[in-house]
C-alpha cells in the first residue's frame, strides 16, 4: 500500500437528511484514526445536503463531494465505492454517526488479523441518549478460511426453523469495513432493493479468506426522528418487498446448500413479513388500506409459495400465532395483534 493510500474510507450517502448530516460527518472528522477518507455521495437530495457535502470538501483535503442523479442507498454507495481509493472501505448512513474510535479500531483488527472484513456492533440512541447496545453475536470470533466463514455466512440468510433466537443475525454494512481490494477483485456491489445489504454481505462473505468481529460496539444508530418517514406508506413498499422476497430465493436456490439456504431465507422472509406489517400498522392508512396493503403482500405469489407452508409450529409463540393469521387471510387480526404489541412496548 503506497503511504499515500487513504487507511480507510468512508462512505456516507446523502438523501433528505440535511439536519443530521453535520453531526455524521463531524464525527467521521473527529475519528482517532489518521488517514481517513470521507465520501460524500449527494444522491440527487432536494434539500441542501449537497450544498453541505460541497461545503465539506471545500474546508477539508480528506473530504470528497459527490453529486449524482437520485437513484436510492445502493447506487448512491457504489458511486462512494468508485470513488474510494482507502485500503478499505466502511459505510455510515447520514442520520447516523460514528463513536471516535470506530474506524481506527476496526482498521486495526483488520491488519492484525489479516481480515477481508472487520466487523463490530451497534448502539441505538433515542432522543441523544444511548437506549440499547447490540454487540456482535460473532464478538472476539475471526472466521478462518471458506469453510468457517459459511457456516456462519449462512446465517446472512436467516435463522433456521427451530432457532429460538428472535433477534435478527445483523446484515447491516455499516457495522464494518470491507478490503476494497475484495471488493473491486470479486466485483461486489450493491443492489437497487430493499435490505442491499443481505446480498451485499453475502458476496463479500462468499469472497473474503477471513472475517474478524470485535466486540466493541462504536456504530450509533439513530433511533429517533423516524415519525414522518414510518408514517408514510406506498404500493412501491409492497413491491420492494415482494422483490426482496423473489431475489432471496433466487441467491439462496443458488447455493451449494441450496435447501438449508432456502429454509433459512423462508424464515426471513416470514420475519420481514411480521415488520411489514408493523409498518403498515404505523403508517397513516386508513383502517380498510392498511387491510388492502397486508392483503397485497399476503396474497402475492411468493409469500404463498415460500410462507404459507413454513413450520409456524418452531417459531416462538407470538410470531407463530402472527403467522398463522397472515396465512389465513386474516389481515384485520394480525393489525390488531400489531397495535397490542405497539401499546406493550410504548410506540403507540
Not at 172 to 199: N, Q
Not at 283 to 309: H, I, M, N, P, Q
Request: charged content about 25%; proline content about 4%.
Amino acid at each position: 500500500m503506497n503511504e499515500l493510500t487513504p487507511k480507510v474510507s468512508v462512505i456516507v450517502p446523502m438523501y433528505n437528511f440535511e439536519r443530521y448530516v453535520r453531526q455524521c460527518v463531524d464525527s467521521l472528522l473527529a475519528q482517532t484514526l489518521d488517514g481517513i477518507e470521507i465520501v460524500l455521495v449527494d444522491d440527487g437530495s432536494p434539500d441542501a445536503c449537497g450544498k453541505i457535502a460541497d461545503e465539506y470538501a471545500a474546508r477539508y483535503g480528506n473530504v470528497k463531494s459527490v453529486h449524482r442523479e437520485n437513484g436510492g442507498l445502493g447506487p448512491a454507495r457504489n458511486t462512494g465505492i468508485e470513488n474510494a481509493s482507502g485500503e478499505y472501505i466502511g459505510f455510515v448512513d447520514s442520520d447516523d454517526w460514528a463513536s471516535p474510535v470506530m474506524f481506527g479500531l476496526l482498521y486495526e483488527v483488520a491488519k492484525q488479523n489479516d481480515a477481508d472484513i472487520a466487523v463490530g456492533g451497534y448502539e441505538e440512541w433515542t432522543d441523544g441518549k444511548a437506549s440499547a447496545k447490540y454487540p456482535h453475536p460473532l464478538a472476539g470470533k475471526t472466521l478462518d478460511g471458506a469453510v468457517e466463514i459459511e457456516k456462519y455466512r449462512k446465517l446472512l440468510y436467516g435463522r433456521l426453523p427451530h432457532d429460538g433466537e428472535t433477534t435478527p443475525f445483523p446484515v447491516s454494512a455499516c457495522m464494518g469495513v470491507y478490503r476494497r481490494g475484495l471488493i473491486e477483485k470479486a466485483d461486489i456491489r450493491f443492489h437497487e432493493i430493499l435490505s442491499e445489504d443481505v446480498f451485499f454481505n453475502l458476496d463479500a462473505w462468499s469472497a473474503a479468506n477471513r472475517v474478524t468481529f470485535v466486540e466493541d460496539c462504536p456504530y450509533r444508530y439513530r433511533k429517533d426522528g423516524q415519525a414522518s418517514i414510518t408514517r408514510t406508506f406506498s404500493r412501491e413498499k409492497t413491491k420492494r418487498f415482494i422483490s426482496f422476497f423473489e431475489l432471496l430465493v433466487a441467491s439462496a436456490e443458488n447455493e451449494d446448500d441450496s435447501e438449508e439456504c432456502l429454509l433459512r431465507a423462508r424464515r426471513k422472509m416470514v420475519d420481514y413479513s411480521r415488520s411489514y406489517v408493523f409498518m403498515v400498522e404505523k403508517s397513516g392508512l386508513s383502517v380498510f388500506e392498511k387491510d388492502a396493503a397486508v392483503a397485497a403482500l399476503t396474497g402475492s405469489e411468493a409469500f404463498r409459495r415460500y410462507c404459507s407452508s413454513y413450520p409456524a409450529s418452531n417459531l416462538p409463540c407470538f410470531q407463530a400465532l402472527f403467522h398463522r393469521l397472515l396465512v389465513n387471510g386474516h389481515s384485520r387480526m394480525a393489525l390488531a395483534l400489531t397495535r397490542v404489541r405497539m401499546i406493550l412496548r410504548g410506540e403507540q
